[in-house]
């Protein structure tokens, strides 16, 4: 948290691929926790 990351980009090899987020590790490690509930959530509109 000294830094406040939140996205980190993911690479192969030298090329951009995507980007995986907090949300993203909060859905995969424990979709049952408060931000993964969130995160998984569909959007209001």
Known sequence: R???VRRLPV???DQP???VSLA???IERD???ALG???AAKPNQ
């Open 24 to 26: 993203d590790m909060a």
């Open 17 to 19: 691929v995507g980007i």
């Open 2 to 4: 000294e830094h406040s």
């Open 37 to 39: 509930d969130i995160s």
């Open 31 to 33: 979709p049952q926790s």
């Open 11 to 13: 690479v192969e090899g």
